[in-house]
Nanobody
Framework: QVHLVESGGGLVQPGGSLRLSCAASGLTYRNVNMGWFRQAPGKEREFVAAIRWSGGHTYYRESVKGRFAISKDNAKNTVTLQMNSLKPEDTAVYYC???????????????????WGQGTQVTVSS
C-alpha cells in the first residue's frame, strides 16, 4: 500500500514562494505518475503539476507554467513542488497523489490516482 506524507504549506504574500514536499512509501513500480492537485473552497479539484517517476518528464497546467516546478529525489522517495511568484488565486488545499502503473494519457486526471496525501493549506494574501 502507498502512503504519502506532505509538508510545506503555509501563509505567504503575493509574489512570494513556497516549497511543498511529498514523501512516498510503498511504491512497487517505477512507472508511477506523481501529481499535485489543489482545491479551493467551493471549487472543483484541479490538476496542478505531475511528474513521471521513471524518466522524470513533467507536466503543468497552463496557469502555473513558468512559476511552479515539480521535481523528484529517487534516493529519498520524495516529490517537491516549488512555487514561485505566488498569486492570491493559488490559494487552495494542495494534495499529493500517486497513480501506480499510471499511463501518460491519464496523468492530468484526478480520478485515475489511487493514493492521496492528507492535503496542506496554501494561503497567498497580503
Amino acid at each position: 500500500q502507498v502512503h504519502l506524507v506532505e509538508s510545506g504549506g503555509g501563509l505567504v504574500q503575493p509574489g512570494g514562494s513556497l516549497r511543498l514536499s511529498c514523501a512516498a512509501s510503498g511504491l512497487t513500480y517505477r512507472n508511477v505518475n506523481m501529481g499535485w492537485f489543489r482545491q479551493a473552497p467551493g471549487k472543483e479539484r484541479e490538476f496542478v503539476a505531475a511528474i513521471r517517476w521513471s524518466g522524470g518528464h513533467t507536466y503543468y497546467r497552463e496557469s502555473v507554467k513558468g512559476r511552479f516546478a515539480i521535481s523528484k529525489d529517487n534516493a529519498k522517495n520524495t516529490v517537491t513542488l516549488q512555487m514561485n511568484s505566488l498569486k492570491p488565486e493559488d490559494t487552495a488545499v494542495y494534495y499529493c497523489a500517486a497513480d501506480q502503473g499510471g499511463i501518460l494519457s491519464s496523468i492530468r486526471d484526478p480520478t485515475k490516482y489511487d493514493a492521496w496525501g492528507q492535503g496542506t493549506q496554501v494561503t497567498v494574501s497580503s
